[in-house]
C-alpha cells in the first residue's frame, strides 16, 4: 500500500481543519490540525507532501519523523507546520485501522476504558454575576456533563494590559462567581477554571489560595507557561491543583515541564502538539510522574473522536475538552451520532478513527477546499 494523494480544506465558521489522505488501494484516511493561519495549505505543501507521497501509510512513525525532516527549515517543532503535520498523522492512523480491521486504540496498545469523559468549557454565563455563571454551570450539568470549566479572563477594571496584574475587586470577583457555581454543583461534579495566561504569579496566587477550600478539578494556565520555573513555583505554593501544556509541542516540549514537576496536569493538544502517537508518549511521559493527561481540544468531531483513542488508550487520562454544545456543525458533520452521551464518547469497535465523515455537510461549510473532495 502507498500513498497518492493528500488534500486539505478549511471551513468555517468554525476554521476546522480536516485533512485527506488516499492510499493506491482505495482506502482513505481522515485527520484534522488545528486551526491557525496557512496550516490547511501548509498540510499540501510540496515540502510535507513529497517526504510522503510512495510511501507506506501503515509506517506512520517513520511518516511522522520523515515529515518533521522534510519540513526542518521550517519550525517543524511548533506552529502551523506542526498542526498540519498532526492532522495528517491522525488520517495515516484511520489508515492502518482500516486496512488491518481493528480501531486506533487497539494499534495504541488497547484500552483501558470503554468511553471517554468529555468536559464542557462553558465560556460564561450571560452575564458576569454569579448567580448567571451558576446558572450556565446547572444547565450544562443537567445535560449530563460531570465536569465542566469556566474561565476567570481579565475585566475591564483590570488596572494595567500589560503587566499582568489583577485588582483586587477583581479577585473578589471571581472568587465569588467560583465559589457561587461549585456550590450549585452535585459534589462529584467537577469544576475546572482557566485563567488564560493572563496574570502574574503574585497575583493568580491570591486566587489559587482563595479557590483551595472549593476542590477544584484544576486552575488552568494561570500564568505564561513558557516560563517552566515560574510555574513551577506557582504550583508548589497552591494546593489548588494546576494544569498546563496545550501550547508545547511533541514530548519534546513536555520534556522541562513534566521532569521539573511543574505541573499537577498536563493539557496537550493532540491536534497540534503531533499528533495521536505522540500524545501517546506524552501520556507515558506524564505518567512517569503520576500526572493526569486531560488533553486540550477545540476541534470538530473528527478530532475529538480521535483523541478519544489515545484517552482509552493511556491508563492516566483525566477528562477531554468539549467547546462546541448546541453547534449544529459539529452534530452534523460526521454521519455517527449523538456522540457524546451523558458528558460521555464511547470509543467503539470500528475500525480506523470510526466515525465518518459527511462530506455534503463538509462541502456546504468549506471555505477553501485543496483537493479534499477531488
Known sequence: MKIVEISSVLLQPMPWVLVKVKTDDGIVGIGEAYHGAGVHQIAVDERLTKTLIGKNPLDVDRCFRDMMKGMSASGYYQGAVM??????????????GQAVGVPIWQLLGGRFRDKVRVYN???????????????????????GFTAI??????????RDAYNRCISNDDIAH?????????????SNTDLAIDAHWAY??????????AFEDLGLLWLEDP????????????????????????NFYTRFGFRELIQSQAADIVSPDMAKAGGLLE?????????????????HNICGPIGTFAMTHVCAAVPNFLALEFHHLDNALWSDLVKEGPLIVDGHIATGEKPGLGVTLDEGVAKAAAKEDLGFFS
Open 200 to 209: 502574574a504569579p503574585v497575583d493568580i496566587l491570591k486566587v489559587a489560595h
Open 83 to 96: 498542526s498540519a503535520i498532526s492532522g495528517i498523522e491522525m488520517a495515516l492512523w484511520d489508515i492502518a
Open 223 to 246: 500564568i505564561p507557561a513558557e516560563n517552566v520555573e515560574a510555574m513551577a513555583m506557582v504550583k508548589n505554593s497552591t494546593k489548588t491543583p494546576i494544569c498546563t501544556g496545550e
Open 121 to 143: 468549557d462553558c465560556h460564561a454565563g450571560k452575564d458576569e454575576t454569579p448567580a448567571a455563571y451558576a446558572a450556565k454551570a446547572k444547565e450544562v450539568e443537567a445535560r
Open 279 to 295: 500524545g501517546r508518549r506524552i501520556a507515558d511521559f506524564a505518567d512517569m510522574y503520576y500526572m493526569p493527561l486531560a488533553p
Open 174 to 186: 471571581y472568587v465569588a462567581v467560583v465559589t457561587a457555581v461549585r456550590e450549585a454543583l452535585d
Open 149 to 158: 470549566k469556566f474561565d476567570i479572563d481579565p475585566l475591564p477594571s483590570r
